[in-house]
């Protein structure tokens, strides 16, 4: 059985893009932003000591909606998908979230970043 | 083993909510199965937090380009290989390719 939206298109997750157009892809190497060599190694870590999964990882990122599927870039796209797994699972509270996007944005208004340094969060 | 190398199949068309690793384009199509790739955890239930359920077999199957895409112009015999647990596969009994 094939589920069908209302309008009798199948469901088919904004993510699953194989065969749709899209514009050449730029195959030059480029370097990361320290924030996201360190968004890379938290997620690594956490999977690696059995945290979480992968595919809840994979799971929330197809949950993010398909504005923000289609415009963050990919590390903005894995931590804004790392942020609600780890509120789902309970391994971080709003609360804390919350007191820590508050003291970030404090020290960002304090010492905007320069257009050379790490613009990253800490 | 539910397959043997060499065995014609079928990818499932169903397109069912959730969190679904087969992809949209690759659904409903035939293949042959090119290995065995190991038993892993269904990934459609780890998405959901579910850790302890058993394994799927997992193969590497071999489609052609002609059967995934309509309008392909390239080589007729030019084939992409995807690896697909067992629940998305049945046996392809259809025409002999």
């Known amino acids: 059985m094939a589920l069908t939206k209302p309008n009798g298109e199948a469901f088919r997750g904004y993510h699953d893009l194989g065969g749709m157009p899209a514009d050449r892809i730029d195959p030059t190497d480029h370097d990361y932003a320290l924030w996201e060599r360190r968004v890379d190694a938290m997620v690594v870590q956490m999977t690696n000591k059995g945290y979480v999964r992968i595919d809840e990882h994979r799971r929330h990122q197809e949950m993010i909606g398909e504005t923000n599927y289609a415009t963050l870039t990919y590390y903005e796209r894995w931590i804004a998908a790392f942020a609600t797994l780890l509120l789902e699972k309970g391994i971080i509270h709003v609360d804390e979230l919350r007191d820590k996007l508050m003291d970030v944005e404090r020290r960002w208004e304090a010492t905007p970043p320069t257009e050379t340094a790490d613009k990253g969060p800490s | ?97």
């Open chain 2, 1 to 97: 083993m539910r397959f043997q190398v060499g065995d014609r199949v079928k990818t499932l068309s169903v397109n069912p909510p959730g969190h679904v690793r087969t992809p949209y384009y690759a659904r409903g199509k035939p293949g042959v199965i090119e290995r065995f790739a190991g038993h892993f955890q269904n990934p459609e239930e780890l998405a959901y937090g579910r850790y302890y359920g058993g394994t799927l077999e997992l193969f590497r199957v071999r489609f052609r380009q002609v059967d995934l895409w309509p309008d392909y112009d390239g080589a007729q015999d030019d084939t992409l290989d995807l690896e697909i647990p067992e629940h998305w596969l049945v046996p392809d009994h259809s025409a002999q390719r």
